[in-house]
């Protein structure tokens, strides 16, 4: 079975997101454009996803809990879990090891975190936009001892990437790499992805960028879902491994 499958979006939590892109809308663009197994990624912080959660329930949305999170290397990874309260646990030790650098939402955007219905509840106070004290293959370690996923964020790109920070790909845990667009056959590639399955998404900051770049996961026979309803992440794990390299 094919399922259309988006693994990077940004709510009105993150400073760079729209205050238009709540949990709730998210899940109603989802469903509309046809994408059936999303994941929220928030910058450095998970405080959206429960409303997530409830935003998917509704809608019949499969829900992954994630976080884009940035270390000391200033590359973004996204790191994806079954449940809310891994991606809350991961959230929360990202948010200690960030410096003490206050948002000022006039100036860098609002960080607010909203409920089911769509009532701000709360605003992040940390500036989410920089560097965790921790580096790249311990957060990858923290989000795989937690039981996650670990897919590096827009691997092609200029900034924030693996190729931008590192210089190339390194060795890694890496579940995937995300690229901005699938290398097509019979062209030189620009970027050696070291043979890693590879996925897009669509990194959506606005409504209209939803689903935009939203990737087909064959998962053949396997079930998507656990008893308790969260999504099978071995099931996730083997279907991506049949992804284009």
């Not at 920089?130 to 996923?149: C, N, R, V, Y």
């Not at 030189?188 to 996961?217: M, N, Q, V």
Request: aromatic share 4%.
């Amino acid at each position: 079975m094919i399922v259309r499958s988006d693994f990077h979006m940004h709510s009105c939590l993150s400073p760079c997101g729209d205050l238009s892109m709540s949990p709730a809308t998210i899940a109603v663009v989802l469903k509309e454009r046809g994408v059936r197994l999303a994941a929220l990624t928030d910058h450095n912080s998970a405080q959206n996803c429960p409303a997530f959660a409830h935003a998917c329930a509704r809608q019949g949305i499969l829900p992954l809990f994630g976080i884009e999170a940035q270390g000391q290397e200033e590359c973004h990874i996204l790191c994806l879990f079954a449940t809310v309260e891994k991606a809350l646990a991961l959230g929360d030790i990202l948010y200690e090891a960030m410096p003490p650098v206050m948002n000022i939402p006039e100036k860098m955007g609002d960080q607010v975190y909203v409920d089911e219905n769509e009532d701000i509840i709360g605003e992040v106070d940390k500036f989410l936009i920089t560097s965790a004290d921790l580096p790249l293959d311990e957060i990858a370690h923290i989000t795989i001892e937690l039981g996650g996923i670990v897919i590096p964020a827009h691997v092609d790109r200029p900034s924030y990437s693996l190729s931008s920070q590192l210089g190339s790909i390194p060795d890694g845990p890496w579940a995937a790499l995300e690229i901005t667009a699938m290398p097509q056959e019979g062209t030189a590639r620009k970027l050696d992805t070291r043979d890693y399955p590879l996925i897009t998404s669509s990194d959506a900051h606005y409504i209209e960028h939803i689903g935009r770049r939203a990737f087909d996961l064959d998962i053949q026979e396997d079930a998507l879902t656990l008893s308790d309803g969260s999504v099978n992440l071995d099931t996730i794990r083997a279907a991506l491994l049949r992804r284009p390299r």
